[in-house]
């Protein structure tokens, strides 16, 4: 089944055959469903609402943390993926049998185009190339030349590039991008007491350049206006995260030319990356969800509320392992410190009231001794995306996860009800803690299950296939961490899926 090529692309990639046969496993057996105890709610415990005294408290614990220049925090935004499907109602117009705009999509998209942040750029190029404006060539009727030159390679080309070089806000200074606004908020919530700012963007390959010219073209300017000093760092998505890809038999894709294709491993190959990163707290969150300056308040407050509730749970955690790891620890001590696995971190097992001792000891030590996440989580509104749950884990023990509907069992009713009758859902909002208490790094992908992964089904070149994604970034990447959900406002969550969006009043 794998020749000589196959081996040299497998050696390229840094993937062993021994992984490329487990990935062909996994389409064969695919991926159980997880097991739930609940969807994790504010009546259950499952995500925490702190008291406005509590709020202070979380705030000022925060504040002291970061002016300390001994803790290390870096803010990291995965940012590689391509802006193409924020466009897909306007690729569509271009290809559409008719001239002037017909749905309520495209109809809003030019009605609103005066709002739009880069509408300076566009007449730019609109102009070098028709001699005309966007409002002019609209005038004329000549709607599909302002959507070819706001999407093709010689207008702005943002058919083709990542969201993070897009612009998405204007000011009076001009507009900004999420790659800008990123900058700014990490000025806001992440710097030290010395000015320093550590901001990693996960980009691709061909666009890392573009980002590169970008902070070196605007960083100065923040750190004049932010007192700040930024060091802004690249990566980009391993290869031997890739996931080979296969027919419908289950047998490898091949492209044209006879080699093994092999796809992306969606956003959990990211936990390769974070695990790269040399910090005590790490802020996660996506490059489209970002507001203009007047806007970021609440953000900036309740990040900071969520770092607090972090480093709080953590002194906590720190402070009981050393206690843990000197032995002669009384029974009593013990049962406080398993209320505290149970009540604070909300992982329970109903074996561990049975623990004595040395065993214990040992099982106390075990589920503190990890990474540590702190999730924001606001009220549902609709929106797509994973939810909070309360889930079993292969050891037996029910803690908080961050599931999508592809890991339940829609057709077993009471798992449906859990997944559609939740309060709230992921906004991808993590704060996290990646040094155990003795200051040395976790390695993260040992916490990560792999059997949270799934398959989804695509086509290149007109034939089907199946792909295999690896477990997501705040999924199944980071199963086997120690959990916390807190209530965010919905303010604080303010995505971009399509362009217009932008026209929403959170980005004008």
């Known amino acids: 089944m794998i020749n000589e090529n196959d081996k040299a692309l497998l050696e390229k990639k840094g993937i062993s055959a021994e992984k490329l046969n487990q990935q062909l496993a996994s389409f064969v057996a695919g991926f159980p469903y997880l097991q739930l105890s609940g969807a994790a709610s504010i009546e259950n415990r499952g995500i925490y609402v702190p008291t406005e005294e509590e709020r202070a408290a979380y705030l000022e614990t925060w504040d002291e943390y970061a002016d300390d220049t001994e803790n290390r925090v870096v803010k990291f935004v995965p940012a590689s993926g391509a802006a ?3 466009f897909k109602d306007m690729f569509a117009f271009l290809d559409a049998d008719y001239d002037v705009p017909t749905t309520d999509f495209e109809k809003k998209y030019f009605d609103r185009l005066g709002d739009a942040a880069f509408l300076a750029d566009l007449n730019e190029k609109l102009v070098a190339k028709h001699g005309k404006d966007a409002a002019a060539l609209i005038a004329e009727g000549q709607y599909k030349a302002v959507v070819a030159g706001m999407l ?34 990490g000025a806001l919530y992440a710097k030290d007491s010395e000015g320093k700012v550590n901001v990693h963007f996960t980009v691709s390959p061909e666009h890392r350049p573009l980002f590169e010219a970008l902070a070196k073209n605007v960083a100065k300017d923040y750190e004049k206006k932010y007192d700040a000093r930024y060091d802004i760092t690249f990566s980009e998505q391993k290869p031997s995260t890739d996931t080979v890809a296969a027919n419908a038999d289950n047998t490898p894709f091949r492209n044209a030319d006879g080699s093994l294709l092999f796809r992306p491993g969606g956003h959990g190959a990211l936990i390769e990356n974070l695990n790269d990163i040399n910090a005590d707290i790490v802020f996660i969150k996506n490059i489209d969800n970002v507001v203009p300056d007047r806007l970021k308040g609440d953000t900036v407050t309740y990040k900071k509320l969520l770092a607090g509730v972090l480093v709080s749970l953590q002194q906590k955690a720190f402070a009981y392992l050393e206690e843990l790891e000197e032995g002669n620890v009384p029974e009593e001590r013990l049962q406080e410190i398993l209320a505290f696995l149970e009540n604070d971190l909300r992982c329970h097992s109903e074996a561990a009231g049975a623990l004595e001792g040395l065993e214990l000891i040992d099982y106390l030590y075990c589920k503190l001794n990890r990474p540590m996440r702190v999730c924001g989580m606001v009220r549902n509104v609709g929106e797509p995306g994973g939810g909070p749950f309360l889930a079993y884990n292969p050891d037996g023990t029910v803690s908080l996860q961050v599931l999508e509907s ?56 007109g034939k089907e296939l199946k792909a295999l994604e690896l477990p997501g970034l705040w999924n199944g990447a980071m199963s086997d961490w120690s959990t916390v959900f807190v209530e965010v406002p919905l303010a604080t969550f303010n995505p971009v899926k399509t362009v217009n969006d932008l026209y929403r009043e959170q980005h004008q």
């Open 84 to 86: 193409s499907r924020m």
């Open 152 to 185: 093709g390679a010689d207008g702005l080309n943002y058919g083709k590039l990542p969201k993070g070089l897009l612009k998405f806000h204007r000011y009076e200074s001009g507009a900004r991008t999420p790659f800008e606004e990123h900058l700014v908020e």
């Open 406 to 461: 592809s890991q339940i069992d829609m057709s077993d009713p009471e798992k449906k009800a859990m997944f559609e009758n939740g309060t709230h859902f992921n906004p991808v909002d993590l704060v996290c803690a990646i040094k155990d208490f003795k200051g040395e790094k976790f390695n993260l992908p040992e916490y990560v299950d792999p059997a949270t992964g799934f398959i989804s089904h695509k086509s290149k070149d």
